[in-house]
C-alpha cells in the first residue's frame, strides 16, 4: 500500500507561484508513476502533470511552460512548481500514484488564484 500526503495549496494572486508537495509512504518503491491531477468545482478531475520511473514528464497543453513537475527520492517526495497562476487554475490538486494495477490518492489541496 501506498499512502500520499499533499501540503503547499492556498491562495495566491494571478502571475503568483506556489509549490506543492506530495509526500509518498509504504510501499513507495512499488511506484512506477505520480502524477498531479486537479478538479475543479463542477468539472471533471483533469490530469495535470505525470513523471515516470525514468523521468520522463508529461503536462496538459494548460500548464506547459508554467508548471514544472520533479522529485525527490531521498525525501519521497513529488512537487509541482506553479508559475504565472491563472484564475482558471484554481482547483483541489490531487497528487496520484500508481502502482501495478493499484491507483493510489492523495486528499487534495486547495488552490485557489484570486485578486
Known amino acids: 500500500q501506498v499512502q500520499l500526503v499533499e501540503s503547499g495549496g492556498g491562495l495566491v494572486q494571478p502571475g503568483g507561484s506556489l509549490r506543492l508537495s506530495c509526500a509518498a509512504s509504504?510501499?513507495?518503491?512499488?511506484?512506477?508513476?505520480m502524477g498531479w491531477y486537479r478538479q475543479a468545482p463542477g468539472k471533471q478531475r483533469e490530469l495535470v502533470a505525470t513523471i515516470t520511473n525514468y523521468g520522463n514528464t508529461d503536462y496538459a497543453d494548460s500548464v506547459k511552460g508554467r508548471f514544472t513537475i520533479s522529485r525527490d527520492n531521498a525525501q519521497n517526495t513529488v512537487y509541482l512548481q506553479m508559475n504565472s497562476l491563472k484564475p482558471e487554475d484554481t482547483a483541489v490538486y490531487y497528487c496520484?500514484?500508481?502502482?501495478?494495477?493499484?491507483?493510489?490518492w492523495g486528499q487534495g489541496t486547495q488552490v485557489t488564484v484570486s485578486s
Open positions: 509504504g510501499n513507495i518503491f512499488s511506484i512506477n508513476t
Open positions: 496520484s500514484a500508481r502502482a501495478l494495477d493499484q491507483h493510489y
